[in-house]
């Protein structure tokens, strides 16, 4: 019942926002108004789902600065709470099954998404590559899964590099997050069975500044040291 209606939302507030930020962002040549929209797509999604959400680490995060957020990945309850925790011009590394859907589609192509083929890590690169000449002329913060997809539990499965790939690349410091409730919520029967908490905690920035694309593997394993620990709680 639960995942009917968080369909339901999905796609009506999904229209509703989606579209609107397509009008306003070809009206203004301006990817930043993507910032509102996307908020308001996650608010309406968090109140819909009745999350009650808690954000860890703030401080963390400086309102003048770009970063790429590493979260571990349960659910799709974590692209709203990002948005609503992050709060930024923010966009996602999407899977390239995603170009499949024409309203998805259109809506992440205008606002700077990037589709990438966790298959082919040539095209992979390129994607990441191409990301990274968008945000030379419009600056945003990134999500990157770590994990690639979803786990099927709540224990991390292995990283792939593209995190650190990105980071070396374009120089912005990389966020770990450790995003804990998710799972549970989002394999829950019915509304009535938990609490419905979903927490988001972020870790400090991982700087890559004078790193170079042979520093991957072990920038990749400080992502996934940092946010175990964030998991265990010994930060």
Known sequence: MRKIWISINVFFWTLFFGIGSIISIKLSNN??????YGIKWSEMLIKASGVQLEIIGEHNI?????????????SFMDFPVLFVAINKYLVFVAKKELKKIPIFKSILNVSGFIFVDRDNTSDAIDSLNELKSDIKN????VVVFPEGTRSSSNQLQSFKKGAAVLSINTGLPIIPVYIMGSFDWWDTKNFRKNSNKIV?????PIITENKQYEDRKNIT?????EIT???????
């Open 229 to 235: 620990k964030l998991q265990n709680n010994e930060i």
């Open 200 to 204: 988001v905690n972020f870790g400090k």
């Open 62 to 74: 400086k309102d003048n600065k770009n970063y790429i957020f590493a979260p571990n990945h349960s």
């Open 221 to 225: 394993n400080s992502i996934k040291k």
């Open 138 to 141: 419009t600056p945003r913060s």
């Open 31 to 36: 990817k930043n108004n993507f910032k509102y």
